[in-house]
């Protein structure tokens, strides 16, 4: 076997065009893998760097064809990219056309395979250089007949060359077919030079490919982290749990959208695939700092819920004030039957039905209270207050007044669940982001992200939190994600404390948050104009929310 190794060969045709100086050419071929070498370490997709990988190389060398192989967990040589010029023959890599061959065995039986060239190439790391597929010996060529039969192509020369990395190891083989001489397109063997040019290029292909994996696996084991945040804060709260995952697709639908934009004042603004990472990771994390956000305050599904909900106590205290009505009336009406005074008596009963009556529609309204709405009349708050004066005995006989003040603050808060005690730890999470963001020693490309994820609560005209920042001092970005952030908690369906609105009733509110300057009157144009909304509701929302919309009747927009 070891004959079909070819490090001997003195032949070397002309490098270039026809006529050209083997010299010069082989000048301009260097300068080409110098080349080829800078561009593979900048590609950033496995797919496309393999593809380029095959394609420089049979342009280096000339070959009609060529196949790409990676060595496999499994110790398997998998093919990953198959082109073969003149058969137009293109398999694999951006093609979408899957390579449907079976992978190269590098062990039978737990013995070397060292009968298929690209297996032994593999195992022993040396490059097979052979003249004639069809007259060498010691490789079983069988699978490459069959092929040429099916095909009435004519495989001749062989250039397979291992790819090992700066740890010496095997990652893939790099197969060359049918080299040609340029000036008369006849299939030759492959040079001496060509085979220093391919083992070349085959050695940075291999580390630009490690490298490549590297990142890859250390971007997946980053964002794996992110997701393991996020699952933690759905454990911790099942309600805000999706947030983290819908605000980072919505940001990224409307940003693709300002991005194919032609016109209007956001004409300018392009997103490289850098900058699509660097927001996509800053919309998984928008919403970190809600780890320490206390859970009770996070679940808070009605106003007086704190571990438990309330409202129970006062049921209780609402029997105990029937009862005690119930006892006073029965005494009275006892001493009035005992005096003759049936009239009397009978009054007696009215008042009680009435006074039960009143307790129960106070019940009922304090249920309703509890319930956190959009607004609280100021009626309704004055009769909570009231309510609030009536005296009851407790299980002690101690007299009290019928509420609490603690739970008088909570039945009158004005809209939602939240007093603004509890709000202002709620918005401390955005604070928490930020210092966990800046704190990390983020790389280059992603240097935005606590910018980015930490602008999602700031308003247009600087009256929001946490730095109180203006439209003119924050990203388009950062804006992105704040109106992404607004829209999927006003549809969202899992809060503990409202339905998910509708699309026409949240572009409503959303609207009317663009004429109070609370989010960018351009970029809600955008989400309007580009039907982002909808692309979104398709994606997230119940059937009945995705209503029909008349844009015409949205606040602040002109269609």
């Known amino acids: 076997m070891s004959g079909t190794i070819d490090t001997t060969a003195t032949r070397e045709f002309r490098l270039g065009g026809a006529g050209a ?11 080409q893998l110098n080349a080829i070498g800078a561009s593979l370490s900048a590609e950033r997709d496995i797919d496309r760097l393999l593809e380029a990988i095959l394609t420089a190389a049979k342009t280096i060398t000339r070959a009609d064809g060529g196949t790409l192989y990676r060595v496999t967990e499994e110790r398997t040589l998998r093919f990953e990219i198959v082109r073969t010029s003149s058969l137009r023959y293109y398999l694999g890599g951006t093609t979408g056309h899957p390579v449907p061959f079976y992978p190269i065995q590098l062990y039978k039986d737990g013995k070397p395979n060292q009968s298929m060239v690209a297996a032994y190439a593999a195992l022993t790391g040396k ?11 010691g490789f ?25 990395n700066h740890d010496n190891e095997t990652i893939g083989v790099l197969q060359l077919i049918n080299a040609l001489e340029p000036s008369s397109g006849a299939i030759v063997p492959f040079s001496p030079s060509d085979q220093r040019l391919a083992e070349s290029l085959a050695s940075q292909a291999a580390i630009a490919v490690t490298n490549r994996m590297l990142i890859n696996q250390l971007e997946q084991l980053f964002e794996s982290f992110i997701n393991l945040i996020n699952s933690a804060i759905d454990e911790k709260s099942p309600y ?24 209007g004042p ?21 919403d970190c700092g809600k780890v320490t956000t206390p859970v009770h305050i996070v679940d808070k599904a009605t106003k007086l819920e704190s571990i438990f909900d309330r409202i129970q106590l006062i049921d209780t205290r609402f029997e105990v004030l029937k009862r005690d009505a119930e006892l006073e009336a029965l005494r009275k009406k006892h001493n009035f039957l005992e005096q003759k005074m049936r009239m009397e008596a009978a009054e007696e009963d009215k008042r009680l039905r009435d006074r039960l009556r009143q307790l129960d529609d106070d019940r009922k309204f304090l249920h309703a209270c509890n319930i956190g709405g959009e607004r609280m009349r100021d009626e309704d708050v004055d009769r909570v207050r009231r309510i609030g004066q009536y005296r009851w005995r407790d299980f002690a006989g101690h ?21 603004e005690d509890e709000r202002k ?13 800046e704190a990390l020693p983020w790389p280059k490309h992603l240097t935005k992200v606590p910018e980015y994820a930490g602008g999602h609560h700031e308003r247009m005209d600087g009256k929001g939190y946490p730095k109180g920042l203006t439209r003119e001092q924050m990203s388009v970005q950062a804006r992105c994600m704040g109106i992404a952030d ?16 509708t699309l026409s009733e949240s572009l409503e509110i959303l609207g009317r948050m663009k004429l109070n300057n609370h989010v960018d009157p351009d970029l809600f144009d955008i989400f309007v104009r580009r039907k982002v909304y909808r692309r979104y509701a398709e994606m997230f929302l119940d059937a009945e929310q995705i209503d029909a919309v008349d844009e015409s009747k949205i606040p602040g927009f002109q269609p």
């Open 240 to 263: 805000t749990g999706g947030h983290c995952q819908r605000v980072p697709v919505l940001t990224m639908l409307l940003a693709e959208a300002v991005s194919e934009t032609k016109d």
């Open 425 to 437: 730890v709620i918005n401390h999470h955005i604070v928490a982001t930020i210092r966990m963001l």
């Open 127 to 137: 490059t097979v250089n052979i003249a004639d597929a069809y007259t060498a010996d």
């Open 399 to 419: 007299e009290a007044q019928f509420l609490s003040e603690d739970e008088v603050k909570n039945l009158t808060i004005r809209s939602g669940t939240l007093t």
């Open 266 to 286: 956001l004409r300018d603004f392009h997103m490289s695939e850098k900058d699509r990472y660097e927001l996509k990771i800053a919309g998984l994390l928008h």
């Open 140 to 164: 079983d060529f069988s699978g490459t007949r069959a092929f040429d039969t099916k095909t009435g192509y004519r495989s001749k020369s062989f250039l397979t060359v291992p790819m090992r």
């Open 21 to 31: 100086a083997p010299e010069q050419d082989l000048v301009l071929r260097l300068e």
């Open 486 to 501: 607004i829209f999927e908690a006003l549809t969202a369906k899992d809060r503990p404390y409202k339905k998910g609105k």
